[in-house]
Nanobody
């Protein structure tokens, strides 16, 4: 069982930055692929970014590529999402997720991630 707790959401103006963090309570954090998803009102859960067990491999949604950076610290059992050049279209609840599926064997669909945090709200004002 993995418990995930996100933090760092809030209200920011367009063009600003936020850093989200996710703390995982597990002794086997290194065995999990970690990802961030988001869900805007009236929309489905959308993949944002993912990283493999050691942070050496990453994948981003086209909509955030070049603006968002995912990273992890296996010593602290945390994964972070640095979000720059935010726009109102980035407004959503952001979720941290963990998957034991091996990197490269899935498609980063939400169904591949067994563990989820409670979400943190990010609101970008224009």
């Amino acid at each position: 069982q993995v418990q995930l707790v996100e933090s760092g959401g809030g209200l920011v103006q367009a063009g600003g930055s936020l850093r989200l963090s996710c703390a995982a309570s597990t002794h086997s954090f290194k065995t999990y692929q970690m990802a961030w998803f988001r869900q805007a009102p009236g929309r489905g859960r959308e993949f944002v970014a993912a990283t493999n067990w050691n942070g050496g491999l990453t994948r981003y949604a086209d909509s955030v590529k070049g603006r968002f950076t995912i990273s992890r610290d296996n010593d602290k059992n945390t994964v972070s999402l640095q979000m720059n050049m935010l726009s109102p279209e980035d407004t959503a609840v952001y979720y941290c997720a963990a998957s034991s599926i091996g990197w490269g064997t899935g498609t980063f669909g939400a169904g591949e991630f067994a563990y989820w945090g409670q979400g943190t709200q990010v609101t970008v004002s224009s």
